[in-house]
């Protein structure tokens, strides 16, 4: 623990310095008190990073009072900064303190100084154990943003009044809830509008307001969410120490588990011959939030593009397809599952080629599979030339 007090004092008069240095010896008061005379000293101890404590004001040049305390706020914000002045005044004083100072002391009265100091350390010191909370309790709440931002579970906190203190964007998006139902950030809101999609709505509207009872995790059931997903809910009492805090409610996708004998999305939207050439390497798969495009370099070779040309987003890929055939793929992007449909894509040497597509709409965005399509029988609808393309950019994705 520190035990001296690292104090800067600017004053003019020498023999006030030793006054002042005398009283705070006197006082037993641990400082290792450093003195400058005149603006240029004063500014290059402040931004030497000599690590001051406190600063004191005395007689400042030209008597000027608020220029070494606009000095010391713009250098060092945090030191108290004491005024030691022979007669300030009441308005000087009270225009001292307005402007930021920590305290003031007529000279005439030193007796008042070494308790100044103890008071504005300790004042000081208080703060800054306050910003060390705040800037720990900072660190944890990004660190709590950024998991429930990555983790594949939806999560939503609340107090014990039932109002919502956290959740994350998978939990909307798991359950299907609006921007309108969490708005208001209640409980009892949210919970309304799960409570026709669970199996037993009654025993979860029961087991979710028991949870405070109870101090471990317990299944609350399983409800319906959206692109046909199955969720199952748990819930558990939030506490802090001893005292009870609120509740975590936890959402889990567990589609695949809870329906034992059915097949992912992947077998049920494509067809048998394009899955096994999936397996063999001859197509290429993709999956389309609103924002990104992820698209495996397998369709370099398909579609003859250097990697830099490779689609990272919607308009991207549009960009490839022939306008003729917009229409379809957007279509196809508003049913939640659609029959192989064929679009005719740009190749990089400008060049077209039919291909065969499946897609599938999730919860998050879209994904699918596409391949070279067999070349169409004679008479068959041929694609324009290079030279007439003019991609479109209008549609915007719906996840």
Same mark, same amino acid.
């Given at each position: 623990?520190?035990?001296?007090?690292?104090?800067?004092?600017?004053?003019?008069?020498?023999?006030?310095?030793? $006054? &002042?240095?005398?009283?705070?010896? $006197?006082?037993?008061? +641990?400082?290792?008190?450093?003195?400058?005379?005149?603006?240029?000293?004063?500014?290059?101890?402040?931004?030497? @990073?000599?690590?001051?404590?406190?600063?004191?004001?005395?007689?400042?040049?030209?008597?000027?009072?608020?220029?070494?305390?606009?000095?010391?706020?713009?250098?060092? +914000?945090?030191?108290?900064?004491?005024?030691?002045?022979?007669?300030?005044?009441?308005?000087?004083? %009270?225009? *001292?303190?307005?402007?930021?100072?920590?305290? *003031?002391?007529?000279? %005439?009265?030193?007796?008042?100084?070494?308790?100044?100091?103890?008071?504005?350390?300790?004042?000081?010191?208080?703060?800054?154990?306050?910003?060390?909370?705040?800037?720990?309790?900072?660190? &944890? &709440?990004?660190?709590?943003?950024? &998991?429930?931002?990555?983790? /594949? !579970? =939806?999560?939503?906190?609340?107090?014990?009044? @039932?109002?919502?203190?956290?959740?994350?964007?998978?939990?909307?998006?798991?359950? =299907?809830?609006?921007?309108?139902?969490?708005?208001?950030?209640?409980?009892?809101?949210?919970?309304?509008?799960?409570?026709?999609?669970?199996? !037993?709505?009654?025993?979860?509207?029961?087991?979710? #307001?028991?949870?405070?009872?109870?101090?471990?995790?317990?299944?609350?059931?399983?409800?319906?969410? =959206?692109?046909?997903?199955?969720?199952?809910?748990?819930? #558990?009492?939030?506490?802090?120490?001893?005292?009870?805090?609120?509740?975590?409610? $936890?959402?889990?996708?567990?589609?695949?588990? @809870?329906?034992?004998?059915?097949?992912?999305?992947?077998?049920?939207?494509?067809?048998?011959?394009?899955?096994?050439?999936?397996?063999?390497?001859?197509?290429?798969? *993709?999956?389309?939030?609103?924002?990104?495009?992820?698209?495996?370099?397998?369709?370099?070779?398909?579609?003859?593009?250097?990697?830099?040309?490779?689609?990272? !987003?919607?308009?991207?890929?549009?960009?490839?397809?022939?306008?003729?055939?917009?229409?379809?793929?957007?279509?196809?992007?508003?049913?939640?599952?659609?029959? +192989?449909?064929?679009?005719?894509?740009?190749? =990089?040497?400008?060049?077209?080629?039919?291909? #065969?597509?499946?897609?599938?709409?999730?919860?998050? @965005?879209?994904?699918?599979?596409?391949?070279?399509?067999?070349?169409?029988?004679?008479?068959?609808?041929?694609?324009?030339?290079?030279? /007439?393309?003019?991609?479109?950019?209008?549609?915007?994705?719906?996840?």
């Amino acid at each position: 623990m520190q035990t001296d007090y690292r104090i800067l004092y600017l004053e003019e008069r020498a023999e006030d310095m030793e $006054r &002042v240095a005398a009283l705070l010896k $006197r006082e037993y008061l +641990p400082v290792e008190m450093t003195w400058v005379q005149g603006w240029e000293a004063f500014q290059s101890a402040l931004t030497g @990073g000599w690590g001051f404590d406190l600063l004191l004001v005395g007689d400042a040049p030209g008597n000027e009072l608020i220029q070494p305390l606009i000095l010391a706020q713009r250098t060092t +914000p945090d030191l108290p900064v004491i005024l030691l002045s022979q007669n300030p005044g009441e308005d000087s004083a %009270a225009d *001292w303190l307005h402007h930021g100072g920590t305290d *003031w002391v007529p000279k %005439a009265n030193l007796a008042r100084l070494a308790p100044a100091i103890r008071r504005a350390m300790k004042e000081s010191q208080t703060l800054a154990a306050l910003r060390q909370a705040e800037a720990a309790r900072t660190r &944890v &709440v990004g660190l709590l943003r950024t &998991v429930l931002a990555t983790t /594949s !579970d =939806g999560i939503l906190v609340t107090d014990l009044a @039932g109002k919502i203190t956290t959740y994350n964007r998978k939990f909307m998006a798991l359950c =299907g809830i609006p921007e309108y139902v969490m708005a208001p950030m209640e409980l009892d809101r949210v919970l309304a509008f799960l409570q026709d999609q669970f199996t !037993d709505s009654e025993a979860f509207l029961r087991e979710a #307001r028991l949870l405070g009872s109870r101090p471990e995790q317990k299944p609350l059931g399983r409800l319906n969410g =959206g692109g046909g997903h199955l969720i199952e809910a748990y819930g #558990r009492p939030q506490r802090l120490g001893s005292e009870m805090a609120g509740k975590i409610f $936890r959402f889990m996708d567990v589609t695949e588990s @809870g329906h034992a004998g059915e097949r992912s999305w992947e077998t049920s939207a494509v067809p048998p011959d394009l899955l096994d050439a999936a397996r063999a390497g001859r197509v290429v798969p *993709w999956y389309l939030t609103e924002h990104n495009l992820v698209i495996s370099e397998k369709a370099l070779k398909v579609l003859g593009l250097p990697p830099e040309a490779l689609p990272r !987003d919607l308009a991207a890929l549009e960009a490839l397809i022939r306008p003729a055939d917009l229409d379809r793929f957007r279509q196809a992007l508003e049913q939640p599952r659609t029959a +192989p449909f064929e679009l005719t894509l740009r190749r =990089g040497d400008g060049t077209w080629i039919r291909t #065969r597509w499946n897609v599938k709409r999730g919860t998050e @965005g879209y994904r699918g599979i596409f391949s070279e399509a067999p070349a169409p029988a004679q008479g068959g609808d041929e694609a324009p030339p290079p030279d /007439s393309f003019s991609p479109r950019f209008s549609f915007k994705v719906k996840v």
